[in-house]
């Protein structure tokens, strides 16, 4: 019986004109790789590496990844191209190579959270040879619909000063004045305190300065139009009470597309954050469920 060898490790890679930062842990060295791809854009969650993918690291070698602009590989150098989806569809598939390279193995497992969901869906779609299964995570699936029915249900639900503050917002959001009023009376309705820089209208101006027209393009995307079907395993997760990215329509689009594998994980009592939130959960169904279907040995 071989002996296990625990990775905990950085790795800095060159793609496309940068050093981009990602960080690895696992338990055995030999376990299949796992990219875990952040939301925002602009969200690292290195800082919540164990929180997130704890358990993961019994079962996989987890790679996180600081895109470019964010965290640590911000802190590396800052990009030195325009920011476009096209760039972010090329930095993902240009580390999912590398990483396969470095660590010798044929494929992985990605999770795409968020914003990175649409990076996910564009590997999944272009390259599913790489993939073991592809795991969307409060999943963009058409975002300026999303964006429509939680503004006409903040309107109607959270009272005069939410819709006077929402009567200036546009779907799609036209600038940060719009996207703050709708993110701030979204969480209000989740019951989260606005507390912190985070959910200033400041700190959405800052980060709407580097990222709100990348951001207004991936969320211009509908996948019911564009990718009808994907042809490696997918398992999407959604929090029922997830109104950001909203979980009906992820069920909607789970029902209409067709891939060699497919299961929705709805949790009841989630919304947008599940990944922090039902941590635990969500990595025993990975764990438990999606890897004996999909890891062939």
Known sequence: ?????????????????????????????????????????????????????????????????????????????????????????????????????????????????????????????????????????????????????????LKEEMGKKARQELAVVKVPFQNAEQLYYHRKWLLKHEGRELLGITFRKTFVEAWAATWFDVWSRSNAVNLFQSLPAINCPVYFFAGKKDYNTNSSITSEYFNKITAPKKDLFLFRDAGHGLPETHSGEFQDIIIKIIVPGTFDR
């Open 1 to 153: 019986m071989f002996a296990q060898r625990p990775i905990d490790t950085t790795a800095i890679f060159q793609i496309n004109g940068i050093r981009q930062f990602t960080r690895v842990k696992g338990k055995d060295i030999s376990k299949p790789l796992l990219l875990f791809l952040h939301g925002g854009p602009g969200g690292s969650l290195m800082q919540k590496f164990d929180k997130v993918s704890g358990k993961l690291q019994q079962h996989f070698v987890v790679v996180h990844w600081d895109q470019r602009e964010t965290g640590e590989t911000l802190k590396l150098n800052k990009t030195t191209q325009p920011l476009t989806l096209q760039l972010f569809y090329d930095d993902t598939h240009e580390l999912i190579d590398s990483l396969l390279k470095k660590f010798s193995k044929p494929k992985l497992y990605l999770i795409g959270y968020s914003w990175g969901s649409g990076l996910g869906f564009h590997i999944a779609d272009k390259y599913p040879d790489l993939l073991y299964a592809y795991l969307p995570v409060s999943p963009v699936i058409d975002g300026r619909r999303s964006d429509s029915i939680s503004t006409a249900m």
